[in-house]
């Protein structure tokens, strides 16, 4: 099984590696739409010898280092069909953390992982990392270690362009769509149960229900409602007025102290540096009123 | 109480309310879809072997699809709010699709009573529907309730497709206890394995119970 494994993820990175030479040259317009401009390039550190981090020593001299990442959150985690890589926020994070542990973007390998296999992903080392929207808290503390935050996203609220609500008080009532299991679905039943709850499998479906006017409101975090307000221009709108806190960190593997300080190094200089700005203008839009975070070496 | 047990008991208590009206849906559809198949009308035999190759080939998440996406373009909705609405467009994709294996197994229980015994009937003077529900059908049922109890198992496992529309049920609960407890994914998989097994067994002891109680000895 093992081996199987070990074959297939050889095959899926040599497609990536062959897809990757394809892109070069030809910098796509952001994901979704939400920035623009051209695709920043990320430095990649030479010599860099973490010998302390197991994490690190397998990825090495495999020369790939393998990262999970959703593909489904325009503006952060994002494959658009027909298209061989992934986009977004959380992508231009996981380049810029990799390019300092020294791993150019074509010896990445983008694994995708969705909210229900991250951990066990992260603990059996089928990724080295995960970059995918994942919120810092107590219960994964236990069992993975966060590098981070890098960005602290808030729920908030989709809405038609000519729609009356205008603050997340206004849901009572109205019928509010989420994913399905997933935190913003869960806040709205225990805070916000005068509204009606609707739940699919993928924001797509929600997105489809409001634009039909099946349900009013599209609700979680911002950064990834932003990326659809960007995809549907004057259709839809975002209300603006993020009603939680989620800490997206880099989820890693337990007790490799070093490779997370490493990571949380790099998050920190991609901060002073400019390139966090450069990353989010080009994935999400304008970082004029975003606050970056303080990274947390709990 | 513990947060994830109640989390899982609503949660299995949504998959056997889909399961409860499907049930009775399918049986009745996938009677009359039996009937219809041997009946002396031309066009009804040929409807039905028609929808039972469309339906039964087409996957349960295209069905929902279709249910869920398409019905409310006509303007169908059920119920008051969308909650009720996903719940019986829910009930209605799992019942037109099951309705189909329920025909077919109904259908070689059918073959397997002589067809003097029809004729029989015929010839004391009683109608199709008559000759079907007082004499076949009894003893195509009870020829046919291991293979009906496979079917039904499935129906239950399959309930699991409409948490991806809007039906809060097993898988919802899950989804939900992983998301919370990120420290415990697979302890929480195997529990709703878990879960769906006992229902499932609990099933098949229904079912070896009447398959016991109502065999027709040949």
């Given at each position: 099984m093992k081996k199987l494994s070990t074959i297939i993820a050889g095959a899926a990175v040599g497609v990536l590696a062959l897809s990757a030479c394809g892109q070069e040259g030809a910098p796509e317009p952001a994901a979704g739409g939400g920035g623009g401009g051209e695709a920043p390039e990320y430095e990649v550190a030479e010599d860099?010898?973490?010998?302390?981090s197991p994490t690190w020593e397998a990825a090495n001299s495999a020369g790939t280092l393998t990262i999970g990442v959703k593909?489904?959150?325009?503006?952060l985690g994002n494959q658009e069909p027909g298209s061989d890589v992934p986009e977004g926020f959380d992508i231009e994070i996981a380049k810029i953390v990799a390019g300092s542990l020294g791993f150019s973007p074509d010896q990445i390998e983008w694994t995708e992982t969705v909210s229900a296999n991250r951990e066990p992903f992260l603990q059996q080392g089928n990724v080295d990392m995960v970059v995918a929207t994942y919120t810092i808290n107590d219960e994964r503390k236990k069992v993975v270690d966060f590098a981070g935050p890098y960005y602290v996203a808030g729920q908030d609220l989709l809405v038609a362009a000519d729609s009356d609500i205008a603050s997340p008080e206004d849901i009572g009532g109205k019928t509010v769509c989420s994913v399905d299991g997933s935190t913003p679905a869960q806040n709205i039943e225990e805070e916000y149960s005068d509204a009606e709850l609707v739940t699919y499998d993928a924001y797509s479906k929600c997105v489809t229900d409001l634009q039909s006017g099946s349900v009013d409101a599209v609700t979680t975090d911002d950064a990834i409602l932003r990326g659809y307000a960007a995809q549907y221009e004057g259709e839809f709108s975002v209300v603006g007025e993020p009603f939680t806190d989620e800490p997206y960190g880099v989820g890693l593997p337990q007790d490799d102290d070093a490779l997370r300080d490493a990571v949380n190094d790099a998050l920190e200089a991609s901060m002073e540096d400019g390139t966090w700005t450069e990353a989010f203008e080009y994935t999400l839009g304008d970082s004029s009123d975003v606050e970056q975070p303080e990274v947390d070496r709990y | 109480m513990n947060p994830l047990i109640q989390t899982f008991l609503s949660g299995t208590w949504g998959t056997l309310a889909l399961f409860g009206v499907t049930l009775v849906g399918c049986l009745i559809g996938g009677t009359i879809l039996a009937a219809m198949r041997v009946s002396p009308v031309p066009i009804l035999r040929g409807a039905a072997a028609a929808y039972v190759d469309v339906v039964r080939n087409t996957p349960l998440t295209l069905v929902m699809f279709f249910c869920v996406f398409g019905l409310p373009y006509l303007d169908i909705r059920f119920g008051s709010t969308a909650g009720m609405n996903s719940f019986v467009l829910a009930c209605i994709a799992l019942t037109a699709y099951t309705s189909c294996f329920i025909a077919e197994t109904l259908r070689s229980g059918i073959a397997t009573v002589p067809v003097g015994q029809a004729e029989a009937a015929r010839a004391v003077g009683l109608g199709f529907g008559q000759v079907l529900s007082f004499v076949v059908l009894p003893q195509a049922f009870r020829t046919v309730i291991p293979p009906l109890g496979s079917v039904i198992i499935a129906m239950l496992k399959n309930t699991s497709i409409a948490s991806a529309f809007n039906n809060r049920e097993l898988i919802s609960a899950m989804r939900n206890a992983i998301e919370v407890r990120g420290d415990i994914v697979i302890p929480l998989l195997l529990a709703t394995a878990l879960i769906y097994l006992v229902l499932a067994l609990g099933l098949g002891r229904i079912f070896a119970y009447l398959e016991k109680k109502l065999v027709i000895l040949r």
């Open positions: 860099v010898d973490l010998s302390d593909k489904d959150q325009p503006g | -």
